[in-house]
């Protein structure tokens, strides 16, 4: 958050869109404040027929109507204002929800994707559906309860300025115990909204991974660490309940205990003849009815700070920085790919920088494969491209052009990025396919399918192309689901694809197909390739060989083998990989 913006300033530019209602709102809550201190003034007249003994039916009956009105008129304003805030609460919701979702859009992905999705939801739909109840039933709710002790204490003044003073007489000494028990309220509140996040993350954790807990015999280790998170947790709020319960308790006690002062100060007006007894008998129960509103505001002291956290970690992601955005498309007369002195930091610090110097082209059509040792840099080039950071120093170019003069939708429909991690949507496959060219028929899409060498899995599921993802995840190989995405890629027809562990989860048997579905993903396209597979790579134009973000060598399969021993040194494992699996395999089967 900005530090000259604080979070109601934040809540205020939210409320925005719907400022008319939440101040109809304020006003049908007054109204019906009003409406209900109606009823107060009839049983006062009624009263006073009945002390002066004047009392008819008539005039009975035209009091009675006119307390049943003012219960009407504050149950029909309290129910407009309650509407009226709870679209405001939710107009609210909508709002922060669309900003993070535009931010998130905006922001360095990079940046989004360094952020976990636990995270992510836990503020977009945790946190902002937090904000909700205090926001909808403040307005409604709490305008009554402060504007109904401030007209209760007013109109005790009309009777006599005394029985006003003594009505509120419990709440300085009421007052004491509560600060004792608000001591360090912020800093346990802060303690606990951690304690609570440390608790969801561990439970998450916990049940994404009862899988490989289960797999590897870890149910013991892992649940003592669940039971440790959760207990911690419980002992936390014991001892801070513990800790005030004794004064919120002495608080709440002393507060109604109105009556033991207003009755004998009450008597002792009445006495003297400064009280009627109609304006006793009123100024007691009055003074009855000031405190318990009050006291319903405590509850809201709670949801108020619930709704500052919710703010404070929206703003968070709202104010996340956005990458530079060009105004205007640029004609890229070819889609050469030029790295030129790319430096790159994640932290922006000199001495954690990822790529130092490099310089790489790409030539327009040509096939460029990134190989390694892990931690090499391989997918920092890659997903620089595709600009989910900006470099920290140097330029990268597509066609002469510096991608940061290029608009980013321009620059995403340009580059195709295929990663081993394949999210499908919940949707048909059909759909997910389409993902790469929305306005594309289903002739389009199923000759994408054919040529990404999806056509023959799809067509054995049930439903075929019409299966909903959700269902076919759990049937699909991790080697299918990257050609599901391979045909996004190819549907979408961006000249330039970018295959970051596209082969990841291919088997021996798949790996065949998986190059088809390469090859016509890529066939014209300018491509880079990262891979550990090197068999995939092997007829690439140029591979570049890079190591702890410098490039060691550049050149072709032949080339490489020859000049440099590191290269060679990986081609000798990955083939001694290779026939280890087809050993293993043979073995296996001889058993068999």
């Known amino acids: 958050m900005k530090d000259e913006q604080s979070w109601f300033q934040a809540l205020l530019s939210f409320a925005a869109r719907c400022k008319g209602k939440m101040i109809l709102s304020v006003l049908c809550s007054i109204i019906s404040v009003f409406g209900g201190f109606v009823p107060f003034f009839g049983v006062y007249q009624i009263l006073k027929l009945f002390i002066e003994q004047n009392a008819e039916w008539s005039q009975i009956l035209f009091w009675c109507g006119i307390c049943i009105a003012g219960y009407a008129v504050k149950l029909l304003f309290f129910a407009i204002s309650t509407i ?110 951690k304690s609570s996040s440390h608790v969801n993350s561990v439970i998450v954790e916990y049940v994404e991974g009862i899988e490989v807990v289960k797999a590897f015999n870890q149910a013991t280790s892992s649940y003592e660490k669940f039971d440790k998170a959760v207990s911690s947790f419980k002992d936390y709020i014991l001892d801070w309940y513990q800790s005030t319960w004794k004064m919120m308790y002495l608080a709440f006690a002393i507060l109604p205990t109105t009556l033991l002062i207003t009755l004998p100060v009450g008597l002792l007006l009445f006495s003297s003849g400064a009280l009627t007894p109609v304006e006793l008998c009123m100024c007691l129960i009055l003074s009855l009815s000031i405190i318990a509103p009050l006291m319903r505001l405590e509850v809201f002291v709670n949801e108020i700070k619930i709704m500052e956290y919710g703010i404070r970690e929206t703003m968070a992601y709202i104010n996340m920085p956005e990458l530079p955005n060009a105004d205007k498309p640029v004609t890229l007369l070819h889609t050469d790919i030029e790295l030129d002195h790319v430096s790159f930091s994640y932290t922006g610090k000199e001495n954690e920088m ?30 620089l491209i595709a600009r989910f950071w900006d470099v920290s120093e140097g330029s990268i170019k597509i066609g002469g052009v ?75 190989s991790g080697g299918e689901k990257q050609r599901i995405a391979i045909a996004r890629a190819i549907l979408k027809k961006a000249p330039i694809v970018i295959l970051d562990e596209a082969t990841a989860f291919t088997d021996p048997e798949n790996e065949d197909k998986i190059q088809q579905s390469i090859m016509a993903l890529t066939k014209g396209k300018t491509l880079l390739v990262i891979a550990h597979r090197l068999s995939t790579i092997q007829n690439a134009d140029q591979i570049v060989l890079l190591k702890q973000g410098h490039i060691e060598a550049v050149g072709k399969q032949g080339e490489l083998l020859k000049s440099s021993p590191l290269y060679a040194d990986m081609w000798k494992a990955h083939i001694g990989a290779k026939a280890w699996a087809v050993s293993d395999e043979s073995e296996v089967a001889l058993h068999v």
């Not at 048909?428 to 929305?438: H, Q």
């Open 84 to 193: 009226l805030s709870h679209v405001g609460a939710y107009t609210i919701l909508e709002t922060i929800r669309m900003q993070i979702a535009d931010k998130l859009m905006k922001a360095p992905l990079g940046d989004v994707m360094n952020k976990t999705i636990g995270q992510i939801k836990s503020v977009i739909v945790d946190r902002v559906e937090a904000i909700e109840p205090p926001l909808a039933h403040f307005i409604p709710e709490a305008t009554g309860n402060i504007v109904i002790p401030i007209a209760i204490f007013i109109f005790l003044i009309v009777f006599d300025w005394r029985m006003a003073l003594a009505s509120i007489a419990t709440i300085p000494l009421a007052a004491i115990p509560m600060m004792l028990m608000m001591r360090g309220y912020s800093e346990r509140y802060d303690t606990y909204m």
């Open 354 to 383: 990822v790529l130092q110097d490099v310089n790489l082209k790409m030539p327009q059509g040509s096939f460029t494969a990134l190989v390694g040792p892990s931690g090499g840099g391989k997918s920092t080039v890659a997903r």
């Open 402 to 476: 510096n991608i940061k003069d290029i608009p980013l939708k321009q620059l995403s429909d340009t580059v195709s990025f295929v990663t081993q991690d394949n999210f499908l949507f919940n949707c048909s496959l059909k759909e997910n396919i389409r993902l790469g060219d929305p306005s594309a028929t289903d002739e389009q899409v199923f000759a994408a399918a054919k040529a990404a060498c999806c056509d023959e899995f799809i067509g054995k599921l049930e439903k075929g192309y019409d299966t909903p993802a959700g269902d076919a995840g759990k049937r699909l």
